[in-house]
């Protein structure tokens, strides 16, 4: 069993950055593919962007060249440096791991997923 504990959510004003973590507990970890996923009130969980086990990454055509995901396997480990925040960005997010290391899904089809941590983009 795999467990994800996110952190770094938080305040910020429009235009500041945040990089949330995501630490994951098992050995298998560095074989996983990764993912963030968000979640605004009354929206359905989208994808925002993945990281697959050798570091290929994919990304959210709204988050691009504002987001960056990354990983550091030996602290089991995967970060989402998120700068330029908009209010649209405000969401809970989701950490997501999946054992098919290799592929990307933009879809919520991971095998462990995260309890959440909330961004909040004032105005």
């Known amino acids: 069993q795999v467990q994800l504990v996110e952190s770094g959510g938080g305040l910020v004003q429009a235009g500041g950055s945040l990089r949330l973590s995501c630490a994951a507990s098992?050995?298998?970890?560095?074989?996983?593919?990764m993912g963030w996923f968000r979640q605004a009130p009354g929206k359905e969980r989208e994808f925002v962007a993945g990281?697959?086990?050798?570091?290929?990454?994919k990304y959210a055509d709204s988050v691009k060249g504002r987001f960056t995901i990354s990983r550091e396997n030996t602290k089991n480990t995967v970060y989402l440096q998120m700068n330029n925040l908009k209010p649209e960005d405000t969401a809970v997010y989701y950490c997501?791991?999946?054992?098919?290391?290799?592929?990307?899904?933009?879809?919520?089809?991971?095998?462990?997923w995260g309890q959440g941590t909330q961004v909040t983009v004032s105005s």
């Open positions: 997501a791991g999946r054992q098919t290391g290799v592929v990307i899904s933009t879809k919520p089809e991971y095998d462990y």
């Open positions: 098992g050995r298998t970890f560095s074989r996983y593919a």
């Open positions: 990281i697959t086990y050798i570091g290929l990454t």
